[in-house]
């Protein structure tokens, strides 16, 4: 299921959403330019490798090796479909967890939930030596931010089944369908040494980041100047 758009209302600019959008589409125009050794040593420095935390863990890696990833492999992607896939699901959950939220505090909601999501995928794979990179992980937990703060609201969404056609659902039937196919599809890949070799989609990335944005609008709440949105 793709949504398309939604129908929650948003009372201030989306800039911090924009603004994520903007950095991550200069950061894939620059990989584009690379050549590919130049573009693997690159993906290896600033994404998230498994192997290296584990290595951290044990004392054989510097810190500088592992933090500063955490937060850098969220603006890095590895094709088109993976950068747009991405940047179109935080446009349309992103713009109105910004304004629910605030700028400066939906910026930190972010970060946290990628650095959250890295973690949570990189304590099931710590024998992988595959950079983990793209933004889904932080997306994920824009998504969980949403399901609270607009579980009714109404998503014009696009269904694949058979032949294409839109559909509009509440946010919290297609929400709740999206992380139950990451549960699954996470639970079908723990102990695959092959899928943590060959690397894929980090599924759990998705879960924690998910969890992991449920907990933080419940801790931070929103901003005492919007309105209240529930349509149930």
Request: overall charge positive; aromatic content about 16%; hydrophobic content about 55%.
């Amino acid at each position: 299921m793709i949504p398309l758009r939604d129908n929650a209302p948003r009372y201030s600019a989306p800039f911090v959403t924009l603004g994520l959008i903007a950095v991550n589409v200069i950061i894939f125009l620059y990989e584009l330019g690379l050549d590919p050794y130049s573009l693997e040593h690159f993906v290896g420095l600033h994404g998230v490798v498994p192997l290296r935390f584990a290595n951290f863990v044990a004392g054989r890696a510097a810190v500088g090796a592992v933090l500063p990833p955490l937060v850098e492999h969220m603006f890095l992607h590895g094709g088109w479909l993976h950068l747009l896939g991405n940047m179109w699901f935080l446009w349309i959950f992103g713009d109105n967890l910004e304004d629910q939220l605030g700028h400066f505090r939906f910026l930190v909601f972010y970060l946290t939930c990628g650095v959250v999501a890295a973690l949570c995928q990189t304590s099931l794979t710590l024998s992988s030596r595959v950079p983990s990179v793209g933004a889904s992980g932080a997306i994920a937990g824009v998504m969980g931010g949403y399901l609270l703060f607009f579980p009714g609201a109404r998503v014009l969404t696009l269904v694949p089944f058979f032949f294409l056609f839109t559909v509009e659902i509440p946010a919290y039937v297609m929400l709740f369908y999206w992380i139950a196919v990451q549960v699954i599809s996470g639970l079908t890949s723990v102990g695959n040494a092959s899928l943590q070799a060959q690397g894929g989609v980090a599924w759990w990335a998705h879960v924690g980041g998910f969890v992991c944005g449920l907990v933080l609008v419940k801790m931070m709440g929103r901003r005492p100047r919007v309105r209240r949105y529930y349509e149930w």
